[in-house]
């Protein structure tokens, strides 16, 4: 609580690593309670090989979403926007805008963004672009 208080006070973004956590077999941060408190919460990989041998985010959305308790737009944006503005980077990357560079991926048919922690086990990518261009 303390610790939520003194973030609540300053302009850093807390950042989860949700792989590192499920690899380490680390207690799950309070990753609610900062987003009910009115913080902005970032999510990241730690992709390493001694924390987090995995880069896939879609995972990390997942046990953000399953486990955390996050709802996926909550995840979504941590993924993205407030990933990029834990970095001061917002103003380049992080959402789809006008003016920034064009970092998105395209995922395979879904009737809805709620299914993709359901999907944690799949490759849901289906189309990758950097600065515009497909990869």
Known sequence: EE????LQQSETIPVILPGAQF???LP???ARTMIDAGLALAIA??????SSPSANMAFNVSIACIQYK?????????ATLNG???????????SIAVGKKANFQ???????ADLIPYHFAHLLTHA????GNKI
């Open 45 to 50: 990989s730690d992709y390493n090989p001694g």
């Open 70 to 78: 996050l709802n996926i737009n909550e995840a979504l944006n941590a």
């Open 106 to 112: 395209i995922t395979v048919p879904l009737p809805s």
């Open 23 to 25: 690899f380490l077999q």
């Open 28 to 30: 799950m941060p309070p």
């Open 84 to 94: 990029a503005a834990a970095m001061n980077l917002a103003h380049e990357v992080g």
């Open 3 to 6: 610790e939520i208080k003194l």
């Open 128 to 131: 990758v672009f950097i600065n």
